[in-house]
């Protein structure tokens, strides 16, 4: 089956939940425009989903696709948080922050019962989850609201696991893709492959529609991930210069440098996300082991991307990136959309 048929779109599109590079604009312009819009949600409170919910209703009536987090949170440790603020204190000096007034905790949320609730009041048409799936009586709640639920999948055991789990369709996550890993049974990054060994792998070993994420930024990339048999595509970094992206002055200038390199990092969250290469993963190396677990790694080097930032650097921004930039184009996602989708099936 098809995503067109199975969420009642017209193109075989998911435009990939990005948080903090989007709002609810980005998704209502991509749903608008034939394709399944993608709100994140990790990082919102109920009350924000609520708003964004009616902001998306009041202007479009086509299925968008919420996006929640499924991470089991870490306990908080002390100790593991005074090596990273040690870690980044020299740029704490450089910039005059106190470490002491840094607040720790998390901005990304798994999804609870409180985000249950609101899909219960607005029962959208599509709910994914990355880093598998909630428990039972969670999963249970979203099904129960008849939506269809997706969910990433970076190895076969993972996708096997979701059709276990009764999912409706599985997204092929391959490791050329920008922001966080979504594995749940196996951190081992050894085991993660690119996205076209991965999807005919996932086809071969389920029955359910697959997919295809991860370097997918052009034409011949949506083309060649139907023609393996593909049920869809889902494409994030392609969409990040566009007019209705959020993402800041610094991020834009990085994903237009093309040949800048990518790499997994874990210095922004504490769990491996693909970004463009800056100061600070250059200093302390991509994957380094001062970080706490994700996704508590954040708040001590928060300060230091907001003053960077204001000075219109991006040492110490995570500069969310899939490996392929070249499809990224500062117009609207319909116009997109459009130069992406037009004569395709013609070739």
Request: a negative charge; proline letters at 6%.
């Amino acid at each position: 089956m098809q995503i067109e048929e199975l969420f009642g779109i017209n193109l075989p599109l998911i435009q990939a939940p990005m948080a903090g590079a989007q709002d609810a604009a980005l998704a209502i312009a991509v749903s608008e425009a034939g394709g399944l819009g993608s709100l994140p949600c990790a990082m919102l409170t109920p009350d924000q989903l609520r708003a964004e919910l009616e902001n998306i209703r009041a202007i479009t009536n086509n299925p968008v696709n919420l996006n929640f987090f499924s991470h089991t949170m870490p306990a908080s440790d002390t100790h593991l948080e005074q090596q990273w603020r040690a870690c980044l204190q020299p740029y704490y000096q450089q910039y005059g922050i106190d470490p002491e007034k840094i607040t720790s905790g998390a901005t990304r949320i798994p999804f609870d019962y409180r985000m249950a609730e609101v899909l219960e009041e607005h029962r959208p048409a599509v709910v994914s989850f990355h880093f598998g799936l909630p428990k039972s009586d969670l999963l249970q709640r979203v099904r129960d609201c008849g939506c269809k639920i997706l969910s990433s999948a970076t190895t076969v055991a993972e996708a096997r696991w979701l059709e276990q789990q009764g999912v409706d369709g599985i997204i092929a996550q391959g490791l050329e893709a920008g922001g966080h890993r979504g594995f749940f049974l196996n951190a081992d990054l050894n085991t993660q492959l690119g996205t076209m060994a991965l999807v005919p792998q996932i086809i071969a070993a389920t029955d359910l529609p697959v997919i295809a994420a991860g370097g997918i930024a052009d034409r011949a990339g949506i083309k060649a991930a139907l023609s393996m048999g593909a049920a869809g595509v889902q494409l994030g970094t392609a969409f990040l210069l566009c007019d209705e992206s959020r993402i800041s002055k610094v991020h834009r200038q990085a994903l237009q440098d093309v040949e800048s390199p990518t790499a997994l990092t874990n210095l922004f969250s504490g769990g491996p996300a693909r970004g463009v290469v800056n100061r600070v993963m250059a200093d302390l190396g991509a994957m380094a082991e001062a970080p706490p677990p994700f996704p508590l790694a954040t708040s001590a080097i928060a300060p230091l991307r907001t003053i960077a930032e204001q000075q219109g650097v991006g040492d110490f921004s995570p500069l969310w990136s899939g490996q392929n930039r070249t499809g990224c184009r500062s117009v609207s996602a319909a116009s997109l959309i459009s130069s992406l989708f037009e004569g395709l099936e013609q070739g």
